[in-house]
């Protein structure tokens, strides 16, 4: 009797395998058939509307070779109160490839004369920031000389109420805004 149940058992067990086998194929031919009608499918055609474009792509390296940045870090302080005028002035400078690595108020706005503040030993970058105002290096009325290399900058210019006088500058504020 002890065979007759185990025989009957395994039967039983080979009837359930069997047909959880079948019903897995089952499963995986529904499968093949959806991904074969997926793959076979035309859909709608799309149009597209890209422009042409260059054969070669510009690279970030060609375009600084057109237009290097100097080597410089600038604050733009607004010492006159002007609404946005340090944020005017970064753009300006950064249109003569002039790093500006900070934009806001001065310690006050009643600042007459504007500003130019060697930070640090770099002397070629204060040339190059008076260069872009039109100042005359020599003039100790707007140009300093106060070293504070904590400042992470080599030029601090703050915008006084003469802000207009520089001509490029204003040239460039009247223009664009």
């Known amino acids: 009797m002890p ?4 025989k009957k058992k395994s039967e039983t067990l080979g009837i359930a395998l069997n047909a959880a086998i079948t019903f897995a194929g089952i499963i995986l031919l529904g499968f093949i058939y959806s991904f074969s009608k997926n793959q076979l499918h035309d859909g709608v055609q799309i149009k597209s509307n890209i422009s042409s474009t260059p054969s070669q792509p510009i690279l970030a390296k060609d375009i600084y070779i057109q237009n290097p940045v100097e080597n410089i870090k600038v604050e733009v302080l607004n ?3 002007v609404s946005s005028l ?3 002035t ?3 400078l950064r249109t ?3 790093d500006v690595i ?3 108020n001065a310690d006050h706005h009643n600042y007459e004369k504007t500003l130019i503040i060697q930070r640090n030993e770099k002397v070629k970058s204060l040339k190059k920031i008076v260069e872009a105002f039109g100042i005359y290096i020599k003039d100790s009325t707007r140009v300093q000389i106060l070293p504070d290399e904590s400042l992470g900058v080599d030029v601090t210019v703050i915008l006084g109420q003469d802000y207009t006088s520089f001509a490029e500058l ?3 504020i009247s ?3």
């Not at 065979?3 to 185990?6: K, T």
Request: hydrophobic share 30%; aromatic share 12%; with cysteine.
């Open 79 to 81: 010492g006159c109160g």
């Open 170 to 172: 204003s040239d460039y």
């Open 175 to 177: 223009a664009k805004y």
């Open 86 to 88: 340090a944020a005017k």
């Open 90 to 92: 970064t753009d300006f």
């Open 96 to 98: 003569k490839q002039i």
């Open 102 to 104: 900070m934009s806001d």
């Open 3 to 6: 065979n007759i149940r185990r």
